[in-house]
């Protein structure tokens, strides 16, 4: 292995690690919204628009105040409507099927009518403590994860009922959703697995190890998968398990939530949850391609 030299970012020490098996990448800020949002949780890009949906949790993680909301925000980092959609709780991880976003909210996962910001329809999860991240299939099954250390297991949303669909001691706290063709992506907030999961057999296989819990998950289209943990850390996990370090805003206070991934600008798009931002950053290779 080589060593490189770091980068300052944001005042940040960005160690520019070499893996054989993976070339060097760093993160430059590209822009950041004002600090109007309201403790956003989950970006997401609706490709019909062109927009990126912000879930804002607007209070305490799991207080069930009525205030959360979703946010719409544009590539260039303006924020289009603070409130787009309204009514929620704590609302988190989001997942686009047809005409509708499913977002998780503590013990329900709500489904959003695109057109119009109305809340269609909210279906209840059982035994559900703190739903976070969210998936969907090509057939519109919907997944989410509770990733409180109480009730860990992955729920299922199948023509209208949500229902437990898997619950295994290889998945503690299920968290960074994220569908790859036939297999569910799964970390675990708890130990810093990186899980696929058969959505035919259930059967779960170890990607990686990572030393910390996972909240983002997003692969690079190359094999490699970029990461987050709440606390402020970003990451790439190379397609041979090694972890790169790419930003740690853990000790300036700033957290790294569940971010976009945007393949073709080569944009990671990150929610700094008690910072009140969205910050987009160009993942550049050494060339500064």
Not at 20 to 28: E, F
Not at 259 to 288: C, H, M, Q
């Amino acid at each position: 292995m080589n060593k490189a030299s770091s980068a300052l970012v944001m005042g940040v020490l960005i160690p520019a690690c070499i893996s054989m098996a993976a070339p060097v990448c760093k993160l430059v800020e590209t822009w950041k919204t004002e600090a109007v949002l309201d403790v956003p949780e989950c970006a997401l890009l609706n490709p019909a628009d062109h927009l990126l949906y912000v879930s804002n949790v607007s209070g305490k993680p799991a207080e069930k105040n009525g205030k959360g909301f979703i946010s719409q925000v544009d590539l260039g980092g303006n924020v289009v409507k603070l409130k787009w959609a309204t009514g929620l709780n704590a609302p988190k991880g989001m997942a686009i099927h047809g005409n509708s976003l499913y977002v998780s909210d503590i013990d329900e996962l709500v489904q959003i009518d695109l057109k119009t910001g109305i809340v269609a329809k909210r279906y209840s999860a059982e035994g559900a403590v703190f739903l976070n991240d969210v998936a969907a299939d090509k057939d519109g099954n919907i997944y989410t994860g509770d990733s409180s250390a109480e009730n860990g297991r992955i729920y299922r949303l199948n023509k209208g009922r949500l229902d437990i669909w898997l619950v295994s001691p290889e998945m503690e706290r299920p968290n960074g959703l994220h569908m790859l063709e036939n297999r569910l992506l799964a970390g675990d907030a708890r130990n810093g697995k990186l899980n696929s999961i058969n959505l035919k057999t259930k059967k779960i296989t170890r990607i990686a190890q990572t030393d910390s819990g996972i909240d983002g998950l997003k692969p690079d289209g190359k094999g490699n998968y970029f990461t987050s943990n709440w606390k402020g850390r970003t990451t790439l996990i190379t397609a041979d398990g090694k972890t790169i370090v790419l930003m740690d805003t853990t000790a300036s206070g700033v957290n790294a939530a569940d971010f976009e991934y945007l393949s073709g600008k080569k944009l990671l798009v990150i929610p700094t949850f008690f910072d009140n931002r969205l910050v987009a950053y160009k993942v550049e290779d050494p060339s500064g391609n």
